[in-house]
């Protein structure tokens, strides 16, 4: 491993362990997870299967409700949300990749309210790398990795399912 790379797979085991008390302690809690297009849809998925969750695995996307839609556009290939459950009175845990400014959480959450009103929305994310410009917080985390804000990080998924994230 370089300078320009991370250990993806242990920062994923890290988050993942984290999870699985908070989410196993409470039998009766119910939680669907829902995994922000497109890293955090991965990350959600692998969460999903490797935690054995029985409840319905959500995605969305949050390109609509991004205050900088206009200057971004629309991705390549947009994905829609899909959430096989009710919203309203749900106990949600957003998954996402990178936790930068705290604007695609933002637009995330804008995007679940179109859905209904939540109970609880709680965030977990693979990697938090600093610099926020909105007041939003993982309660669960895999890594800190403060980067400045001229570099960024990638994050990719192999063919078998496995990740690997580079500092670009």
């Not at 669960?140 to 063919?159: K, M, T």
């Amino acid at each position: 491993m370089n300078e320009n790379t991370l250990d993806a797979e242990a920062t994923y085991a890290a988050l993942r362990e984290t999870l699985r008390p908070a989410l196993h302690a409470e039998p009766q809690r119910r939680v669907h997870l829902i995994g922000i297009y497109s890293g955090g849809a991965w990350v959600a998925a692998r969460l999903h299967a490797d935690l054995a969750l029985t409840s319905p695995l959500g995605t969305l996307s949050s390109a609509f409700h991004r205050d900088d839609y206009g200057r971004r556009g629309l991705p390549n290939t947009p994905k829609s949300t899909e959430l096989p459950f009710e919203v309203d009175g749900a106990d949600l845990l957003l998954v996402d990749d990178i936790l930068y400014t705290g604007r695609t959480v933002r637009a995330a959450m804008n995007e679940l309210f179109d859905y209904g009103r939540p109970a609880r929305i709680e965030l977990a994310v693979l990697l938090d790398r600093g610099g926020r410009e909105l007041p939003i917080e993982a309660r669960y985390c895999g890594a800190v990795h403060p980067l400045p804000g001229d570099r960024h990080f990638a994050l990719s998924r192999g063919d078998d399912g496995r990740l690997a994230l580079r500092i670009e």
